[in-house]
């Protein structure tokens, strides 16, 4: 008796959607010989036996993924901790060096001023010359030098730069940093080359995983939707890792939230389709499969189909939903469909097979942890905050202030706790103003804090009168649509309202990397002064402050950080319209500017148009560099360490990163982090 042609691929149909490779009881499944006529030849099917090898090489292949991915993650991690202690090393050596200078001045002064002077103070005039006016901020070109000709060359080390011009690591570096034009017509931004080379390796990692060892043919078409759904739940958790505020992976690479979310979301991609091949894969299967037992009605109206189609549109409708165009004009749609699709779709998928239920269950964890113990038990606090609109009538300035208590010893080593126990410079929170209507009551946005980083850890501590630090928070809210015309139009009828506020959020690398920096440059684009001027307030007007990750307390100012008064300090402000400068206040402005703040600000942008970035930037660190070798500073070979910390509107991020492309392949010292917060 000839045994049905389809019937071996049905069986194994039935073998992979309905058994592991473990039984119910523990015991190992050896041998198929199923068969719903009772024949065993199906045992003796070469096709059945090469198809049940290929779903178990499958089951175990895929374990390899997460060792990979497990590999990339501590070597990430090696590197940048190696990075962090050699960072610690060279600042401790800066520090006995700097200590050393000041035991000897210290000898020749009466009461400590002049300590205290060097330790904290910046002085204006060992910085180069602000371009602040007595009236106006205004700037309409290029300053000329303190001394000289403004066509004198630099002094010194320009000779070690040019040789350095065609140095292979130099170019190298420029290339990875270099960030592409928008694509035509869609509008899409790419990402800098060498996050798009990564992105496109770990694309080709999944590819390779999907592919392995298969062959495209009609009996292969289950095996390859088989593999796109192992590799699709392998990746499951990361998807939800790479997401989460409050993921380890930020701690273990230094990655700051940003920069994960790009990852976060081309994961989402692959997962997609990886998804629409498990999908188109099983449906060909059943191709092969059909007959008068085995119709297409009975293959769509089983359980199994029901629940894996209601995932499969669950995961799609979620990624559409997500492209930037619907983000940022549907935000709140956005948002509602974002959480509430994905707890479907996990549901979906848990019951839809159970081979998936392990990574299922693991990326429901990372969630509900996240959301629920770090975000709403931990990180979400209750404020009463004043609503004021701004003189351009389309801008919100939100501002409330507290006493911080004293930290417990919990939020010091976790960093937890809530906005209450104070914040770091560039970091952000999510806020929700429940007065606005309903549909706010569930809404969070975020907004990088405006104001002055407090501190958290041991700095905050009772002051000589038993008080405590004060916290002053301010936010910047810009009105587009949605909630932040709605919060501008409550400002106007009510200068107050309730907000729960859920952070901070953000990494100190931003930070870290203008302190090591012999020239600290930020660049700000409108409201992305949010992001500088804690930085810049950080950096002058409280210099003798610890690192932000350090809970060492300074008492005494000959173990100050650095040599402050060594390094300059400079920012662009590129503003849309003059009444914007009010965000930050005039008075505010000078206090940073008698520190030594140089400030450029070129005429706004809604009379003027766009200012050339490129130049800006380069001329600025032409022009602190030859102020350094004015005073002395390095020899023939020396040169200056550019840091530069840029926040605005995509275009200006990718001028002011291209530009600094250029200066490095050029041979300087510069690096760069962009801060630009993505939903």
Excluded at 19 to 36: A, C, F, K, N, P
Excluded at 230 to 256: D, Q, R
Excluded at 297 to 317: C, D, H, P, Q, W
Excluded at 468 to 487: K, P, Q, Y
Aim: charged share 20%.
């Amino acid at each position: 008796m000839d045994y049905p042609s389809d019937e071996w691929l049905r069986t194994a149909l039935r073998y992979s959607l309905k058994t592991s490779l473990r039984h119910s009881d523990g015991s190992r499944v050896e041998d198929i010989t199923v068969s719903r006529s009772g024949n065993d030849l199906l045992q003796h099917d070469n096709r059945f036996y090469a198809l049940i090898k290929g779903i178990r090489f499958s089951r175990k292949f895929i374990l390899t993924y997460q060792v990979v991915l497990l590999v990339i993650l501590l070597s990430t991690t090696i590197v940048h901790w190696s990075k962090k202690i050699h960072r610690a090393r060279r600042k401790r050596n800066t520090q006995n060096r700097t200590q050393k200078q000041w035991n000897a001045s210290a000898k020749d002064t009466l009461d400590g001023v002049r300590v205290r002077e060097r330790d904290c103070g910046y002085s204006p005039s060992s910085s180069s010359s602000s371009t602040v006016q007595e009236n106006a901020y205004f700037y309409s070109g290029h300053p000329p030098p303190k001394n000289g000709h403004e066509n004198t060359p630099l002094l010194g080390g320009q000779k070690a730069i040019s040789s350095q011009k065609h140095n292979a690591i130099s170019r190298l570096r420029a290339f990875l940093l270099y960030q592409p034009r928008q694509i035509p017509y869609i509008k899409k931004t790419l990402s800098p080359n060498g996050t798009t080379i990564f992105i496109l390796l770990f694309v080709s990692l999944n590819v390779f995983y999907t592919f392995f060892r298969l062959t495209l043919t009609e009996e292969t078409f289950f095996l390859l939707g088989d593999r796109a759904g192992l590799v699709f739940v392998a990746n499951l958790p990361w998807l939800y890792l790479l997401s989460a505020k409050n993921t380890p992976i930020k701690h273990l690479t230094g990655y700051s939230y940003d920069a994960l979310n790009i990852f976060h979301r081309r994961l989402g991609e692959i997962l997609c389709l990886e998804a629409l091949i498990h999908t188109i894969g099983m449906f060909l299967a059943f191709l092969t499969l059909q007959s008068p037992r085995f119709t297409f009605l009975r293959f769509l109206t089983s359980k199994i189909t029901i629940l894996g189609l209601l995932a499969f549109v669950s995961y799609e409708t979620l990624y559409f939903s997500s492209l930037s165009s619907i983000r940022q004009r549907w935000y709140e749609t956005f948002l509602l469909l974002h959480v509430l699709l994905q707890l479907a779709a996990l549901i979906f998928l848990f019951f839809h097979h159970h081979g998936a239920r392990p990574y299922v269950a693991a990326a429901m964890a990372i969630f509900l942890i996240d959301r629920l113990v770090f975000r709403l038990l931990s990180q979400t606090r209750t404020l009463r905050a004043d609503l004021t609109v701004a003189h351009d009538e389309n801008t919100v300035l939100v501002s409330t202030n507290w006493q911080l208590p004293r930290p417990l010893l919990w939020t010091r080593w976790t960093g937890l706790g809530g906005v209450k126990y104070g914040w770091k410079p560039a970091q952000h929170v999510y806020i929700t103003v429940p007065s606005l209507g309903r549909r706010h009551v569930l809404q969070a946005h975020p907004f990088t804090i405006a104001s002055a980083a407090p501190g958290r850890g041991k700095r905050v501590a009772e002051d000589s009168e038993g008080g405590t630090t004060h916290a002053w928070l301010n936010l910047i809210v810009r009105a587009h649509d949605g909630f932040s015309r709605d919060l501008l139009q409550h400002a106007l009828s009510r200068p107050q309202a309730t907000l729960r506020v859920d952070g901070p959020y953000g990494s100190s690398s931003a930070l870290h990397l203008l302190r090591d920096a012999d020239l600290a440059l930020l660049v700000a684009g409108g409201s992305g002064i949010a992001v500088a001027f804690p930085l810049l307030w950080s950096l002058l007007m409280d210099p003798c402050s610890p690192s932000p990750d350090s809970d060492d307390d300074i008492e005494d100012p000959h173990h100050a950080r650095r040599h402050e008064s060594a390094r300059r300090v400079c920012l662009i402000w590129i503003v849309h319209r003059a009444e914007h400068l009010a965000w930050i206040g005039d008075e505010r402005l000078r206090e940073l500017d008698e520190r030594g703040l140089d400030i450029v600000v070129p005429q706004p942008t809604g009379e003027a148009g766009r200012p050339d970035m490129r130049m800006l930037v380069r001329n600025a660190a032409e022009r602190h560099e030859k102020g350094f070798r004015e005073e002395g500073w390095g020899g023939p070979k020396w040169n200056m360490r550019t840091a530069v910390v840029c926040s605005g509107p995509d275009e200006m991020n990718r001028e002011v990163r291209n530009e600094c492309a250029g200066m490095i392949r050029d041979g300087r010292d510069v690096a760069i982090e962009v801060e630009k917060f993505g939903w």
